[in-house]
């Protein structure tokens, strides 16, 4: 029999749709949750999300996304700090306590996929630095509205634009200062399925009860021009979900799997055939090594 009582949709997948309509297309094949990015709920506002969520009878897996906390400008750092405590505000009004962090990427960066700044500060020690140290401001703020802050390691090729931490490992280094229930993490496998430490770190990640999430899509290449877009549907690349997914399980973690692509042409596809097609794959790579 078929079980998707742990699968949900993230709307990057069905980026084409609007809140409305990923909800309704997840509810109409028999989702229980969403995963939800922030754009799309400032087009529904925020009230009108959680309602519309709500009355579908779904759950919101998590939000994203909250970070990009690197700037070394004071201004920005403000910017980014307002933005952040909204965020939390926000994942707490649509009732999941996961509030998702892409950490940001040097001072150098232009912006997400830009070129490098003339002259931009490239200290990616410093980055990082400023990332512990916005998250210890943050950490108080988010347990006050009942929210944890889930690092998200990015892939070594995000490192300069979207994330300084690449690796489970480093991110579990970063939250060892606060209690699980503050700061967790995220196993995206797009993110971590080359790391040869990943193994040890999801056990460790479990035995310090940080896992918040777990989300699935596939490596495909070529790669696109936008290597962001090079994501595909499990199973149409290079990823050992069966393996992965064991490990998560086996770690202790029993929440929602959300699959979470960036890819054009699935983008430019009917909504309710890409939640078909993600559902079928869900069901023969990861649901049964649950």
């Given at each position: 029999m078929t079980d998707l009582s742990r699968l949900s949709l993230n709307t990057a997948t069905t980026k084409n749709l609007t809140l409305a309509e990923a909800v309704r297309v997840a509810a109409e094949a028999g989702l229980p949750a969403v995963g939800?990015?922030?754009?799309?709920?400032?087009?529904?506002?925020?009230?009108?999300?959680?309602?519309?969520?709500?009355?579908?009878?779904?759950?919101?897996?998590?939000?994203?996304?909250?970070?990009?906390?690197?700037?070394?400008?004071?201004?920005?750092?403000?910017?980014?700090?307002?933005?952040?405590?909204?965020?939390?505000?926000?994942?707490?009004?649509?009732?999941?306590?996961?509030?998702?962090?892409?950490?940001?990427?040097?001072?150098?960066?232009?912006?997400?996929?830009?070129?490098?700044?003339?002259?931009?500060?490239?200290?990616?020690?410093?980055?990082?630095?400023r990332v512990a140290n916005r998250i210890a401001e943050l950490a108080p703020f988010a347990a006050e509205h009942g929210v944890r802050l889930v690092l998200e390691p990015l892939h070594p090729i995000f490192?300069?634009?979207?994330?300084?931490?690449?690796?489970?490992?480093?991110?579990l280094d970063?939250?060892?200062?606060?209690?699980?229930?503050?700061?967790?993490?995220?196993?995206?496998?797009?993110?971590?399925?080359?790391?040869?430490?990943?193994?040890?770190?999801?056990?460790?990640?479990?035995?310090?009860?940080?896992?918040?999430?777990?989300?699935?899509?596939?490596?495909?290449?070529?790669?696109?021009?936008?290597?962001?877009?090079?994501?595909?549907?499990?199973?149409?690349g290079y990823i050992d979900f069966p393996t992965i997914t064991r490990w998560v399980s086996e770690a202790g973690y029993s929440g929602d799997v959300e699959v979470e692509i960036f890819n054009q042409e699935i983008w430019d596809a009917p909504g309710a055939e890409t939640v078909a097609t993600m559902a079928k794959r869900y069901t023969e790579l990861v649901q049964p090594y649950l």
């Open positions: 939800l990015w922030r754009d799309r709920v400032a087009e529904a506002g925020l009230e009108n999300a959680a309602r519309i969520v709500r009355d579908a009878g779904l759950r919101v897996s998590s939000l994203c996304r909250g970070g990009f906390l690197t700037a070394a400008d004071p201004a920005e750092q403000d910017r980014a700090m307002e933005s952040n405590r909204a965020a939390i505000v926000e994942a707490a009004t649509l009732g999941t306590s996961e509030l998702v962090m892409v950490v940001g990427g040097l001072g150098a960066a232009s912006a997400p996929g830009g070129p490098a700044l003339p002259g931009g500060d490239k200290d990616i020690v410093a980055a990082r630095t490192a300069a634009d979207r994330a300084v931490l690449s690796t489970l490992g480093q991110c970063l939250a060892t200062d606060f209690p699980p229930e503050q700061v967790g993490v995220v196993v995206d496998t797009y993110h971590v399925w080359w790391d040869p430490a990943l193994r040890d770190q999801i056990v460790r990640a479990g035995r310090e009860g940080r896992i918040a999430s777990y989300q699935v899509c596939d490596w495909i290449l070529p790669l696109a021009e936008d290597a962001l877009l090079s994501r595909g549907f499990m199973g149409d």
